[in-house]
């Protein structure tokens, strides 16, 4: 009677303890399962929303470029049509003023909500700096506006202008085309790109001008012009007319009130005259834009350059140059925003507003 009593309960326990590693495992799946059911939820969410927000850039990218190709551009940068119902098509051939109309968007790269979820930024590539045709001084100041040892200025810049120039004349420290041929380089030529600057020997090494693409960002190639002092961010102005960063600083701000047609204006919102060549003067948009685009949950950004073609014989008014895409940079996560002030935008004030 006792080993059946016994048999019972071992029989009993192991039943038991069964049982607890059935609801132990049972209890340990159901955790991998809500795991594994609410990672699968937030990776559908987070698709859903960029998805969304890629059609919201594309929307917004449709709009710009509506407004770019309609309308025409002021001191102060892009104007817009208020009403959609009685708009008006910008007629290339109509005496217009050049001074500003209000509500303008400006073209200094600055932050606005487009459609949606979706920012853009608009910037004018005659306020960058043209690198295949500036002075040696200037590049040299960039140069260190960006952080590069003053010790290898001299020895930069005398590569990239051997680089970009059409003879063999080798500079003090320069290096020319067989001086590239000797290493497998590609033979040394204007630039296509900012990018091809790695190209050019000992630039690739000076990691402050990669990070957050900050040379890119700042430099043009194709418009023969001075950066424009209403567009140009503080760095190109700094660079370009040899001003300090309080005088470039005092300029930005002063433009958001009033943007500059006259070197006078310029003198009395920096305290001193502008360092130019009053032919070189510039104060008026260009043709060739950089439109970059983003949505609120993006951790990438792209970047459109848009040329406007509006007496373009048998062609859109506009050519879409080259599109690129990489990581969201900082320097667009800063607030504040801008609202564009155009039934084009509307749908989506009220949302973003609240």
């Given at each position: 009677?006792k080993e059946s009593?016994?048999?019972?309960?071992?029989?009993?326990?192991?039943i038991?303890?069964?049982?607890?590693?059935?609801?132990a495992?049972l209890?340990?799946?159901a955790?991998?399962?809500?795991?594994?059911?609410e990672r699968?939820?937030?990776?559908?969410?987070?698709r859903?929303?960029?998805i969304?927000?890629?059609?919201?850039?594309?929307?917004?990218?449709?709009?710009?470029?509506?407004i770019?190709s309609?309308?025409?551009?002021?001191?102060?940068?892009?104007t817009?049509?208020e009403?959609?119902?009685h708009?008006?098509?910008?007629?290339?051939?109509?005496?217009?003023?050049?001074l500003?109309?209000?509500?303008?968007i400006?073209?200094?790269?600055?932050?606005y909500f487009?459609?949606g979820?979706?920012?853009?930024a608009i910037?004018?590539e005659g306020?960058?700096?043209?690198?295949?045709?500036?002075?040696?001084?200037?590049?040299?100041?960039?140069?260190?506006l960006?952080g590069v040892d003053?010790?290898l200025?001299?020895?930069?810049?005398?590569?990239?202008?051997d680089?970009?120039?059409?003879d063999d004349?080798?500079?003090?420290?320069?290096?020319?085309?067989?001086?590239y041929?000797k290493?497998g380089?590609?033979?040394?030529n204007?630039?296509?790109?900012?990018?091809?600057?790695?190209?050019?020997?000992?630039?690739?090494?000076?990691?402050t001008?990669?990070?957050?693409h900050k040379?890119?960002q700042?430099?043009?190639?194709?418009?023969p012009?001075?950066?424009n002092?209403?567009?140009?961010?503080?760095?190109?102005l700094?660079a370009?007319?040899?001003m300090?960063?309080e005088s470039?600083?005092?300029?930005?701000?002063?433009?958001k009130i009033?943007p500059?047609y006259?070197?006078?204006?310029?003198?009395?919102a920096?305290?001193?005259p502008?360092?130019?060549?009053?032919?070189?003067e510039?104060?008026?948009?260009?043709?060739?834009?950089r439109?970059?685009?983003w949505?609120?949950?993006a951790q990438?950004?792209?970047?459109v350059?848009?040329?406007?073609?509006p007496s373009?014989?048998?062609?859109k008014?506009?050519?879409v140059?080259?599109r690129?895409?990489f990581d969201l940079l900082?320097?667009?996560?800063k607030?504040?925003?801008?609202?564009?002030q155009?039934?084009?935008?509307?749908?989506?004030?009220?949302?973003k507003?609240?």
């Open positions: 009677m009593t016994h048999a019972t309960i071992g029989k009993n326990g192991f038991l303890l069964a049982t607890l590693w059935m609801l495992m209890s340990i799946a955790s991998f399962f809500a795991l594994w059911t699968a939820v937030n990776i559908a969410q987070s859903q929303a960029n969304q927000g890629e059609i919201d850039m594309i929307s917004t990218e449709a709009n710009i470029i509506y770019l309609s309308q025409r551009f002021t001191i102060a940068g892009l817009i049509p009403d959609l119902e708009r008006k098509i910008y007629d290339p051939d109509e005496e217009v003023t050049i500003p109309v209000g509500k303008e400006a073209l200094d790269d600055r932050p487009g459609h979820k979706a920012f853009f910037q004018d306020g960058l700096l043209n690198i295949n045709i500036e002075t040696e001084v200037t590049i040299s100041r960039f140069l260190g960006l003053a010790n200025h001299g020895s930069l810049t005398a590569k990239l202008k680089y970009i120039d059409m004349l080798h500079r003090i420290n320069g290096a020319e085309s067989y001086h041929k290493r380089l590609p033979r040394n204007y630039l296509y790109h900012q990018m091809e600057l790695q190209q050019v020997l000992d630039w690739k090494e000076q990691s001008l990669w990070k957050n040379l890119k700042l430099t043009q190639l194709w418009l012009v001075r950066p002092v209403n567009t140009a961010p503080a760095l190109v700094q370009a007319y040899q300090s960063a470039a600083a005092r300029i930005i701000a002063a433009r009033q500059f006259t070197s006078r204006m310029v003198r009395e920096m305290g001193e502008l360092n130019v060549d009053p032919f070189e510039n104060y008026f948009p260009s043709t060739i834009l439109l970059t685009l949505h609120e949950k990438r950004m792209r970047q350059f848009v040329q406007l073609t373009a014989d048998k062609k008014p506009w050519q140059e080259f690129l895409e900082p320097i667009y996560r607030k504040p925003y801008y609202h564009v155009t039934p084009l935008f509307n749908s989506t004030l009220s949302a507003a609240e």
